[in-house]
């Protein structure tokens, strides 16, 4: 089964940029849709980007469209998140999430990764 290893959140004053990273193992990326999800303090989850490399799809969520690019290495087996002009209200914690068959970026059967906290400060 695929496993899921996020890094690259920390600290970043408003305006700045972060990367973060989601490493697969056990199994290759391209079987997979690949989504970030956000969870921030007292709210629900939810989704901010989301790629199918077999069918070079990308998702924005509306509140970071422009900001945060999605992108992925296959011979890395890794999906990247590029994250820049932030702003406050994207802290939270940060989860990307494998779903199987690469035809929804989330289903009942994803797998997810531990999360990586994000802050940013104003």
């Known amino acids: 089964e695929i496993q899921l290893v996020e890094s690259g959140g920390g600290l970043v004053q408003a305006g700045g940029s972060l990367r973060l990273s989601c490493a697969a193992f056990g199994s290759t990326l391209d079987d997979y849709a690949i989504g970030w999800f956000r969870q921030a303090p007292g709210k629900d989850r939810e989704g901010v980007s989301c790629i199918i490399s077999s069918d070079d799809y990308t998702y924005y969520a509306d509140s970071v469209k422009g900001r945060f690019t999605v992108s992925s290495d296959n011979a890395k087996n890794t999906v990247y998140l590029q994250m820049d002009s932030l702003k406050p209200e994207d802290t939270a914690v940060y989860y990307c999430?494998?779903?199987?068959?690469?035809?929804?970026?989330?289903?009942?059967?994803?797998?997810w990764g531990q999360g990586t906290q994000v802050t940013v400060s104003s």
């Open positions: 999430a494998a779903t199987p068959g690469g035809a929804t970026c989330y289903n009942p059967d994803s797998v």
